[in-house]
């Protein structure tokens, strides 16, 4: 079983920054892809970032890209995501979660929530104009 824990979340201006991480148990977490996740009220999650296991790749939404950065430390066992340039369309609760598939292909990686197994409580990400 695999729990995962994420912090960092909070209330920012816009422009501002913040960085969440995700702190997991087990010890399979270096195999794992893992991914940020959000869901802002009345609207689905939505992928935000993902990382393979070795880190060597990853997926950003549009929406995110250039001012979100997804990494990993296998030693440690978390992910973070550092957000920069927050904007109020980014307000949400973010969620960590991780894939246990072992992908054949190298660099897949999935970006539909159903395609990920363990997934963590949520953090608030309030991004006030």
């Known amino acids: 079983q695999v729990q995962l824990v994420e912090s960092g979340g909070g209330l920012v201006q816009a422009g501002g920054s913040l960085r969440l991480s995700c702190a997991t148990s087990?010890?399979?977490?270096?195999?794992?892809?893992m991914g940020w996740f959000r869901q802002a009220p009345g609207k689905e999650r939505e992928i935000v970032a993902a990382i393979t296991w070795s880190g060597g790749d990853t997926y950003y939404a549009d929406s995110v890209k250039g001012r979100f950065t997804i990494s990993r430390d296998n030693a440690k066992n978390t992910v973070n995501l550092q957000m920069n340039s927050l904007k109020p369309e980014d307000t949400a609760v973010y969620y960590c979660?991780?894939?246990?598939?072992?992908?054949?292909?190298?660099?897949?990686?999935?970006?539909?929530?159903?395609?990920?197994?363990?997934w963590g409580q949520g953090t608030q990400v309030t991004v006030s104009s």
């Open positions: 087990g010890r399979t977490f270096s195999r794992y892809t």
């Open positions: 979660a991780a894939d246990s598939t072992i992908h054949l292909v190298p660099g897949e990686i999935p970006s539909n929530s159903y395609e990920y197994d363990f």
